[in-house]
């Protein structure tokens, strides 16, 4: 029973452009989301978070967008550069359970 | 980077052996959890701790079993290894249960 799903196994973009990665859940009683970032070999990085009661949070490049009535978070990546090419997590938390999508594997391409 | 390592950060074992595997913190963390990433799965929380001494089981409970005598370590133990184990494990650890995690650099660990 996956309550997070990344429907997106892979993602290639060019240099500049924007990469939008995708996440939807099931459980509407999740109250904070998460995206992280890995790279081969390494354990995976936070990069950015949304509590349930915003819907939108912004870092720099990285945007988080959430849409409760749609159980959807989006992570936008705006220009994208080479050293993002990693895979990313969305994540989704309430208490001390917090479940992760497999996982979206993104090419930025020079 | 918080300060987190594991080891071993390899392990190669066989069938039927116990295998322990240890995560250490220096952040004064109360919460510590142990996952594993398996393709296809993303991160699945086997069991976390929220204190010394106090533990609860996560999604993934089942052949695992932990142990935290002191803050800044948590053990993972496989009593009895199977190759369904064969697996990339993480530790991560937080300030309070819903802040964010910060995870360790993995244990990877092949079960023949």
């Known amino acids: 029973d996956q309550q997070v799903k990344q429907n997106s196994p892979s993602l290639s973009v060019q240099e500049g452009r924007i990469s939008i990665l995708n996440c939807d859940y099931t459980n509407s009683m999740f109250d904070y989301f998460l995206w992280y970032k890995k790279y081969p070999a390494e354990g995976p990085t936070f990069l950015i978070s949304?509590?349930?009661?915003?819907d939108k949070n912004e870092d720099g490049r990285f945007t988080v967008f959430l849409n409760k009535s749609a159980k959807h978070l989006s992570l936008h990546i705006v220009p994208s550069q080479p050293g993002d090419s990693a895979v990313y997590f969305c994540a989704a938390s309430l208490n001390n359970d917090m479940r992760f999508g497999a996982g979206t594997r993104l090419t930025v391409k020079p | 980077d918080a300060g987190i390592t594991q080891s071993p950060r390899h392990k190669v074992t066989e069938t039927g052996t116990p295998v322990t595997l240890r995560c250490h913190q220096t952040e004064n963390h109360r919460y510590m959890y142990w996952y594993r990433q398996d393709p296809g799965h993303g991160l699945r929380l086997i069991h976390y701790s929220y204190g010394v001494k106090d533990t609860d089981k996560g999604e993934v409970s089942d052949g695992y079993s932990v142990s935290r005598s002191k803050t800044e370590d948590f053990l993972l133990t496989l009593e009895s290894a199977t190759s369904s184990q064969t697996s990339v494990y993480f530790c991560a650890i937080s300030g309070q249960g819903t802040d964010t995690q910060y995870f360790g650099p993995g244990t990877r660990l092949t079960v023949l």
């Open positions: 949304i509590s349930s009661i915003k």
